[in-house]
C-alpha cells in the first residue's frame, strides 16, 4: 500500500511557485522521498528524491520536515508545462524494491 | 542513454491472440519493472524482476508472464487478456546504488477487444 497522502488537486497561477505538500507520517529512517510527475499519457518523470536534507536541482526543489513525516515539492516558477500528476512515494532503497505510487496530486498551471 | 524504450507504442490484440510487450534498457540497470495503468489512476505494480529473476509478482493473473532474458530486456507476454485489461503498460529500470531513481518508458497502449 502506498505510504503518502496528497491532496488531489491543485491550482497554480504561471509564473508562481508551486508548492506541492505530501504527508508521511510512517516513513522509516532508511526510507527516502521521491517525487515524479506524470504528463498525460506518458511516463512517469523523475524529479528529485532526499533522505533527510533538502535537495535542490534544475527542475525543483525538495524541502523535508525534521521529523520527516512531511515534504514539499516547490516548482519555483511554473509554467504551463508543469501541468501534470505529481506523485509522492516514500521506499526503502534497498536491492529492486516495490515503488508504489498513491494518487498523486493533480496540479494544473493556469495562464 | 538514459532512455527505457518499450515497443509497440500501441497494441490492439483480440482475447484469443497471444502478444508480447518488449522493455529494453542499456543503463546497466539490474532492477526492472512492469506497472498497469487505467484511466485517471497511479500506475500499479505489476512485476519486479532483480538481476534478471522475478522477485516480486503482486498476484497478476496468469494470462501475463513476465520474462527476463538478459540484463537489458524485458517481456510481458500476453495470452486471452479481458477486455478490462486494457491499459497503459509501463516499464521502469533502477540501478541498485542506493538513492538512485527509476526511470520510466512511454509506455504500450493496450486495447482488448
Known amino acids: 500500500d502506498a505510504k503518502t497522502t496528497q491532496p488531489p488537486s491543485m491550482d497554480c497561477a504561471e509564473g508562481r511557485a508551486a508548492n506541492l505538500p505530501c504527508n508521511h507520517s510512517?516513513?522509516?529512517?532508511?526510507?527516502?522521498v521521491y517525487w515524479y510527475r506524470q504528463i498525460h499519457s506518458q511516463g512517469p518523470q523523475y524529479i528529485i528524491h532526499g533522505l533527510k536534507n533538502n535537495e535542490t536541482n534544475e527542475m525543483a526543489s525538495l524541502i523535508i520536515t525534521e521529523d520527516r513525516k512531511s515534504s514539499t515539492l516547490i516548482l519555483p516558477h511554473a509554467t504551463l508545462r508543469d501541468t501534470a500528476v505529481y506523485y509522492c512515494i516514500v521506499r526503502e532503497d534497498n536491492q529492486g524494491g516495490k515503488l508504489i505510487f498513491g494518487q498523486g496530486t493533480e496540479l494544473s498551471v493556469k495562464p | 542513454d538514459t532512455e527505457v524504450t518499450q515497443t509497440p507504442k500501441h497494441l490492439v490484440m483480440g482475447m484469443t491472440n497471444k502478444k508480447s510487450l518488449k522493455c529494453e534498457q542499456h543503463?546497466?540497470?539490474?532492477?526492472m519493472y512492469w506497472y498497469k495503468q487505467k484511466a485517471k489512476k497511479p500506475p500499479e505494480l505489476m512485476f519486479v524482476?532483480?538481476?534478471?529473476?522475478?522477485?516480486i509478482n503482486e498476484s497478476v493473473p496468469s494470462r501475463f508472464s513476465p520474462e527476463c532474458p538478459n540484463s537489458s530486456l524485458l517481456n510481458l507476454h500476453l495470452h486471452a487478456l479481458q477486455p478490462e485489461d486494457s491499459a497503459l503498460y509501463l516499464c521502469?529500470?533502477?540501478?541498485?546504488?542506493?538513492?538512485?531513481?527509476?526511470?520510466f518508458g512511454q509506455g504500450t497502449r493496450l486495447t482488448v477487444v
Open positions: 521502469a529500470s533502477k540501478a541498485y546504488d542506493s538513492g538512485t531513481e527509476a526511470f
Open positions: 543503463m546497466g540497470h539490474r532492477a
Open positions: 524482476y532483480s538481476y534478471e529473476k522475478l522477485s
Open positions: 510512517t516513513i522509516s529512517g532508511n526510507e527516502y
